[in-house]
């Protein structure tokens, strides 16, 4: 049996400087910036915040919410499945007895750290009872303080769902 050698690609000076791969790719970016000088008409942008995203689907996960009732109660029963599920623990719950019969308890604290959350869903996928989403169709979340980023039961609550879906589907 004989070797069989084979020749690499790469061995000239031209190939071993990139010199050649780096003026082509300029050439590129020349090409598209002088097109765009030219023609600004063609360069696709957005003028965000006026204008909004319109490819947003209800499936898109925005800032979270917390459902209600059809006596407008708080839907959460405590159970912790959002905290649990939850891989980045941004989910801070405290439970109470509820009095008015209709569940064994419910929250009395209910806080997420928007800043630590990465938005995954597994806590909406966990909820035994719908009682939380994310399909406020808020996603872009702006303040000024760190605090600002940590929402509290009252917050979730005030937030409606922005595609028609106020109530549980239950």
Known sequence: ????VVKRHGDSFKDKTYLWAVFSGMRVTLKKFTANLSDTTCIPTCEYPEAQPEDITNRYRGMH?????????????????CA???PAECIFIEAEERLDGVDEKQPSRFDID??????????VEACPCDAIRMDTGIFSIVAKEREDFILNKEQLLKNRGAFGQENSLA
């Open 84 to 86: 649990t599920a939850c």
């Open 65 to 81: 919410r917390l459902t209600h009732r059809d006596d407008d109660s708080v839907r959460c029963v405590a159970c912790f499945m």
């Open 114 to 123: 928007l800043l630590e959350c990465i938005f995954c869903g597994y806590c």
């Open 1 to 4: 049996m004989g070797v069989k």
